[in-house]
């Protein structure tokens, strides 16, 4: 069973930076291919990045390129989401996934964690 577990939220100003960690357990090679989403109150669930886990792949939403970098340590199996310059319209819930396909559509992934807030205050 894949397990998700997020830590690092919390309000920071615009301009700030903030960095996310996504703890994982039970990924197999077939559910090894993970995303950062976000949803903010009244919108869609969006995605922001995603990796191929162990794979080095990448991609990112336009609206976070140059600023935001997924990572990861496979020897903590954990994925990192570095945010820098940090503009109020980041402010979000922000949900690490594990699916079977590099996307960043929400229904291609089928774990989710529980998420962590982010507020960014200008």
């Known amino acids: 069973q894949v397990q998700l577990v997020e830590s690092g939220g919390g309000s920071v100003q615009a301009g700030g930076s903030l960095r996310l960690a996504c703890a994982a357990s039970?990924?197999?090679?077939?559910?090894?291919?993970m995303a950062w989403f976000r949803q903010a109150p009244g919108k869609e669930r969006e995605g922001v990045a995603a990796?191929?886990?162990?794979?080095?792949?990448?991609g990112y939403a336009d609206s976070v390129k140059g600023r935001f970098t997924v990572s990861q340590d496979n020897a903590k199996n954990t994925v990192y989401l570095q945010m820098n310059s940090l503009k109020p319209e980041d402010t979000a819930m922000y949900y690490c996934?594990?699916?079977?396909?590099?996307?960043?559509?929400?229904?291609?992934?089928?774990?989710w964690g529980q998420g962590t807030q982010v507020p960014i205050s200008s």
């Open positions: 996934a594990a699916g079977r396909s590099f996307s960043m559509v929400a229904k291609t992934y089928t774990y």
């Open positions: 039970g990924l197999t090679d077939s559910t090894g291919y």
């Open positions: 990796l191929v886990f162990g794979g080095g792949v990448t």
